[in-house]
C-alpha cells in the first residue's frame, strides 16, 4: 500500500493558512510520501496565496488526490483542479466568480482605479488558466462559469463538466496518517 498522508484543508486561503499548508506538503515532500489525498471544503480567499499553492501542488511528484467534502469556493477552486485525481462528495458544491478587491483607500485617482480594474481582471484570467490547464477544459468553459457574478455547480454538474472524474462518499482509513488546516 501507497505511504498516503490525508491533509484536511478547511480554511480559508489566506497567508497563515496557506503557510501552513506549505509547510506540511513540503514536509510530504521530505518524508517521500507515495501519493497526498486532500480533503478540501474551502470558502477561497487570497488569490495571490491560492494560485501559489495550485502551482506548487500541481508540481508534486507523487499522486495527488483533491476530494471536496463541502464546498469548494472561489480560488479554492483553481486549488482542487491542481490534483491530479478529483473527486466529490455527492451533496458537495463548487463556485465560480470572479475576483473582488478589498480597498482600505479612501480616495482614489482614476488612474488608481484603473490599475485596480485592470489587476482583478488579471486575477480572474489567471484563476481561469490555471484551473483550464490543470483540468484541461477550454479556457472559453472555465470563464463562462465565472462571469455573471458566478455559478455554483453541484457534484453531479462539475461530474457531466468534466471537472471531477467521480463522485464518492468519504472514507478515512483506520490507520490513517492525517493532518489538519483550518481557521484559527
Known amino acids: 500500500m501507497a505511504k498516503t498522508k490525508h491533509i484536511i484543508f478547511t480554511a480559508g486561503v489566506h497567508p497563515a493558512s496557506a503557510a501552513k499548508l ?19 471544503s474551502s470558502g477561497g480567499g ?11 501542488i500541481h508540481a508534486l511528484p507523487m499522486k495527488t488526490v483533491m476530494h471536496n467534502i463541502g464546498q469548494v469556493d472561489s480560488v479554492a477552486t483553481a486549488i482542487f483542479s491542481a490534483g491530479k485525481e478529483r473527486v466529490s462528495n455527492q451533496n458537495a458544491s463548487f463556485m465560480f466568480h470572479g475576483v473582488s478587491m478589498n480597498l482600505k483607500e479612501g480616495g482614489l485617482l482614476e488612474q488608481q482605479l484603473k490599475e485596480i480594474y485592470d489587476g482583478s481582471k488579471r ?62
Open 123 to 184: 486575477l480572474k484570467a489567471d484563476i481561469a488558466k490555471a484551473i483550464s490547464t490543470y483540468i484541461g477544459l477550454p479556457l472559453t468553459d472555465i470563464e463562462g462559469l465565472m462571469k455573471d457574478g458566478g455559478n455554483i455547480l453541484s457534484s453531479d454538474e462539475a461530474k457531466k463538466r468534466g471537472f471531477i472524474s467521480a463522485i464518492t462518499e468519504l472514507s478515512i482509513p483506520k490507520d490513517a496518517d492525517v493532518v489538519s488546516v483550518g481557521n484559527v
Open 46 to 56: 487570497d488569490v495571490f496565496e491560492g494560485l501559489s499553492l495550485a502551482t506548487l
Open 22 to 40: 506549505r509547510h506540511i506538503i513540503t514536509d510530504c515532500v521530505n518524508q517521500k510520501y507515495e501519493e497526498l489525498y486532500f480533503l478540501v
